[in-house]
């Protein structure tokens, strides 16, 4: 680096587009970038596109593990155009799926798979999945937090097979502790005893990008023609490409109501229902500062759900 001094200043001009890390080593800052700049989950899945194609990567994904280890999900996944997606496949899997695998990401080692039809015995279980989702290499990281392995992010090669270098393994090891912070540093440790119980999610489906969402991070889905628009407890708005009726047959009753024809509401997300001077009934919905109309065919069973 070369600095310019004149009159008690040293500066150092551009210093920072010429300092930005090139190729695989410049991925933790892009990550940190999205990681601090977006909500958590809608950052997590810009990233794994980021990651994926930079890679080029046919599949990139995050799963997590039960406190105790034994079960893990799919939370995350981002798919090239034309690559199938699996991430609702593999839900409370149990560990002994990926056999061998399992020591080395509890002690913390990356493994690339080369050749799917070379894997071991003990991974037969692991082999046939990768052959089911068509994958000819694989990269898995493990993720770490406080000591303790939560989840892995990784990459599937799925047109060819690809091996990524030791620069794309030390970049993604940096990224996993990344999102290792981003997930998993506001919670608290796991209690002794809590087994092997997730909290529910539901997918959202936005083209290539699948996503993980807990169920009560879900405020309300409101129609969007042939789509939906999902709004989320902290802000955030994702649209999914399935109608409103798919999601009024799927989710939960006891949790959701729907009060109009274009809106589905978690009940707990109501912080309060008002008459119009018009004689129409309005919803307002907590966190998201929007109000609703309640349609007269709704407001009886809504009335009743909400105790009025």
Same mark, same amino acid.
């Given at each position: 680096?070369?600095?310019?001094?004149?009159?008690?200043?040293?500066?150092?001009?551009?210093?920072?587009?010429?300092?930005?890390?090139?190729?695989?080593?410049?991925?933790?800052?892009?990550?940190?970038?999205?990681?601090?700049?977006?909500?958590?989950?809608?950052?997590?899945?810009?990233?794994?596109?980021?990651?994926?194609?930079?890679?080029?990567?046919?599949?990139?994904?995050?799963?997590?593990?039960?406190?105790?280890?034994?079960?893990?999900?799919?939370?995350?996944?981002?798919?090239?155009?034309?690559?199938?997606?699996?991430?609702?496949?593999?839900?409370?899997?149990?560990?002994?799926?990926?056999?061998?695998?399992?020591?080395?990401?509890?002690?913390?080692?990356?493994?690339?798979?080369?050749?799917?039809?070379?894997?071991?015995?003990?991974?037969?279980?692991?082999?046939?999945?990768?052959?089911?989702?068509?994958?000819?290499?694989?990269?898995?990281?493990?993720?770490?937090?406080?000591?303790?392995?939560?989840?892995?992010?990784?990459?599937?090669?799925?047109?060819?097979?690809?091996?990524?270098?030791?620069?794309?393994?030390?970049?993604?090891?940096?990224?996993?502790?990344?999102?290792?912070?981003?997930?998993?540093?506001?919670?608290?440790?796991?209690?002794?005893?809590?087994?092997?119980?997730?909290?529910?999610?539901?997918? &959202?489906?936005? @083209? $290539?990008? !699948? /996503?993980?969402? #807990?169920?009560?991070?879900?405020?309300?889905?409101?129609?969007? +023609?042939?789509?939906?628009?999902?709004?989320?407890?902290?802000?955030?708005?994702?649209?999914?490409?399935?109608?409103?009726?798919?999601?009024?047959?799927? &989710?939960?009753? @006891? $949790?959701? !109501? /729907?009060?109009? #024809?274009?809106?589905?509401?978690?009940?707990?997300?109501?912080? +309060?229902?008002?008459?119009?001077?018009?004689?129409?009934?309005?919803?307002?919905?907590?966190?998201?500062?929007?109000?609703?109309?309640?349609?007269?065919?709704?407001?009886?069973?809504?009335?009743? /759900?909400?105790?009025?």
């Amino acid at each position: 680096m070369v600095a310019r001094v004149a009159d008690g200043f040293r500066v150092w001009t551009a210093l920072a587009a010429r300092s930005r890390p090139e190729g695989a080593a410049g991925w933790p800052q892009r990550v940190a970038c999205e990681l601090l700049a977006r909500p958590r989950d809608e950052a997590v899945a810009r990233v794994l596109e980021l990651l994926a194609l930079a890679a080029e990567a046919d599949r990139a994904w995050i799963l997590e593990y039960s406190p105790d280890l034994a079960v893990f999900r799919n939370t995350h996944e981002w798919c090239r155009s034309g690559v199938t997606s699996h991430l609702a496949d593999l839900q409370d899997t149990p560990v002994t799926l990926i056999g061998a695998m399992q020591a080395h990401m509890v002690a913390g080692d990356p493994v690339l798979v080369t050749d799917v039809h070379a894997m071991p015995p003990s991974m037969r279980g692991l082999q046939r999945e990768f052959l089911r989702q068509s994958i000819r290499s694989s990269l898995t990281v493990p993720i770490r937090h406080a000591g303790r392995l939560r989840g892995a992010i990784g990459f599937d090669a799925t047109r060819e097979a690809r091996i990524w270098g030791e620069d794309v393994v030390a970049a993604m090891l940096l990224v996993a502790e990344l999102v290792a912070a981003a997930c998993h540093g506001e919670r608290p440790p796991a209690p002794a005893g809590t087994g092997t119980a997730f909290p529910p999610l539901v997918y &959202l489906r936005t @083209g $290539r990008s !699948v /996503r993980g969402v #807990r169920l009560d991070a879900l405020a309300m889905l409101r129609a969007d +023609g042939d789509q939906s628009i999902a709004h989320l407890t902290d802000g955030t708005m994702v649209t999914d490409l399935r109608p409103l009726k798919w999601w009024h047959t799927v &989710l939960p009753p @006891g $949790r959701f !109501v /729907r009060i109009h #024809r274009s809106a589905i509401v978690q009940i707990r997300c109501i912080c +309060g229902l008002t008459r119009q001077a018009s004689g129409g009934w309005r919803v307002r919905i907590d966190g998201t500062g929007d109000s609703l109309s309640v349609s007269r065919k709704m407001l009886p069973d809504l009335r009743s /759900r909400l105790g009025l």
